[in-house]
C-alpha cells in the first residue's frame, strides 16, 4: 500500500518559521513529481508548491521568497520551509504525489 505521513506543523508566531517533512511508502518515490497543498475551513485546496523528479520547483506567488520545496530521494522524503511566516498562512498542509496519492496533512498555526 502507498502511504504518506506529513510532519513537522505547529504553532508559531508571525515571522517564525517551520519544516514541515512528508515520508512515503510503497512507491518507487525518486520517479514521481510531488506537491504540498494547504487548506482552511471553507476554502478550496491549493497547491503552494511543487517539485518534479528531476528537482524543478514552481511556488504559488502567495509563498515564492518565503517557502522553499526540497526532497531526499534517499529518505523518500520531500520537505517544505516555510520562512517569515504570516497569519494568512494558517491551514492544513498535505503533501501529495503528482499522480494519484494524498497524505492526511499536518496543521500549521500562525498567531501571535
Known amino acids: 500500500q502507498v502511504q504518506l505521513v506529513e510532519s513537522g506543523g505547529g504553532l508559531v508566531q508571525p515571522g517564525g518559521s517551520l519544516r514541515l517533512s512528508c515520508t512515503a511508502s510503497?512507491?518507487?518515490?525518486?520517479?514521481?513529481?510531488m506537491g504540498w497543498y494547504r487548506q482552511t475551513p471553507g476554502k478550496q485546496r491549493e497547491l503552494v508548491a511543487a517539485i518534479t523528479s528531476g528537482g524543478s520547483t514552481n511556488y504559488a506567488d502567495s509563498v515564492k521568497g518565503r517557502f522553499t520545496i526540497s526532497r531526499d530521494n534517499a529518505k523518500n522524503t520531500v520537505y517544505l520551509q516555510l520562512n517569515s511566516l504570516k497569519p494568512e498562512d494558517t491551514a492544513v498542509y498535505s503533501c501529495n504525489v503528482a499522480c494519484c496519492y494524498w497524505g492526511q496533512g499536518t496543521q500549521v498555526t500562525v498567531s501571535s
Open positions: 510503497g512507491i518507487r518515490f525518486s520517479v514521481y513529481g
